[in-house]
T-cell receptor, first 111, second 113 residues
Framework: KNEVEQSPQNLTAQEGEFITINCSYS?????LHWLQQHPGGGIVSLFM???GKKKHGRLIATINIQEKHSSLHITASHPRDSAVYIC?????????????FGTGTLLAVQP | DSGVTQTPKHLITATGQRVTLRCSPR?????VYWYQQSLDQGLQFLIQ???????AKGNILERFSAQQFPDLHSELNLSSLELGDSALYFC????????????FGNGTRLTVT
C-alpha cells in the first residue's frame, strides 16, 4: 500500500463545477504539499500546509492532521485547470523536503 | 516563472553513456532537490543539497551522483545509463533546509536508447 493515496485517479468535470481531490497518508508528516503538473510537464507548487486551511484564488486546500487527510478544492473550474494534481508529504522528523508523492489525479475540465 | 533553470530541456543518449544535468536555483534559495519522474515509478525524491552540503538521500542509484557548487548551482551526474533511466528529472529549490515551499524547474527529459 502506498504511503500517500489520492482519489480519484481521474476526474472529468464541466466548466464551472466545484471539484474536490482527496489525499490520505499513512505516515507522520511535518508538511503536505499540493502540486500541479500541466501537460507540458512543468510542476508548480500550489500549497504547503501543516494545519488548517489555505486559499489562493479559486483554490482551497485543507488538512486534518488527526485523520491524516487533505483535500484540494477548485471552485468555478475552468478548462485551464486541466492538469495532474499531486499530493506529497514531508515525513515527520525529516527536517528536509524529502517528499513522498502520491500518484496524482488527472483532471480534465470540459468547456 | 519559478526562477529555477534546468538545462538541457531534452537529452537523448545511448545505453552505457554518462550525462550531466544542471540546475540553477531561484535567487536566494540555498536548498536544491532532485526528483525523478518515470512512467512506472511516478515521482521520486533523489537527493537534497543545502548550501553545498548533502542533506538527504532518497532512492538514488549508485550510478547517479550530484553536487552543489559554491555558487549554489547543482549538477546531477548519471552514468552507465540504462533504458530504465529514461525519465523526467526535476530540480527544485527552497529557501531553507526544512519543510518550505518548493520552486520547480521545467525538468530535463532524458531518453536512453
Amino acid at each position: 500500500k502506498n504511503e500517500v493515496e489520492q482519489s480519484p485517479q481521474n476526474l472529468t468535470a464541466q466548466e464551472g463545477e466545484f471539484i474536490t481531490i482527496n489525499c490520505s497518508y499513512s505516515v507522520g508528516i511535518s508538511a503536505l504539499h499540493w502540486l500541479q503538473q500541466h501537460p507540458g510537464g512543468g510542476i508548480v507548487s500550489l500549497f504547503m500546509l501543516s494545519s488548517g486551511k489555505k486559499k489562493h484564488g479559486r483554490l482551497i486546500a485543507t488538512i486534518n492532521i488527526q485523520e491524516k487527510h487533505s483535500s484540494l478544492h477548485i471552485t468555478a473550474s475552468h478548462p485551464r485547470d486541466s492538469a495532474v494534481y499531486i499530493c506529497a508529504v514531508t515525513n515527520y522528523g525529516g527536517a528536509t523536503n524529502k517528499l513522498i508523492f502520491g500518484t496524482g489525479t488527472l483532471l480534465a475540465v470540459q468547456p | 516563472d519559478s526562477g529555477v533553470t534546468q538545462t538541457p530541456k531534452h537529452l537523448i543518449t545511448a545505453t552505457g553513456q554518462r550525462v550531466t544535468l544542471r540546475c540553477s536555483p531561484r535567487s536566494g534559495d540555498l536548498s536544491v532537490y532532485w526528483y525523478q519522474q518515470s512512467l512506472d515509478q511516478g515521482l521520486q525524491f533523489l537527493i537534497q543539497y543545502y548550501n553545498g552540503e548533502e542533506r538527504a538521500k532518497g532512492n538514488i542509484l549508485e550510478r547517479f551522483s550530484a553536487q552543489q557548487f559554491p555558487d549554489l548551482h547543482s549538477e546531477l551526474n548519471l552514468s552507465s545509463l540504462e533504458l530504465g533511466d529514461s525519465a523526467l528529472y526535476f530540480c527544485a529549490s527552497s529557501s531553507n533546509w526544512g519543510p518550505s515551499p518548493l520552486h520547480f524547474g521545467n525538468g530535463t527529459r532524458l531518453t536512453v536508447t
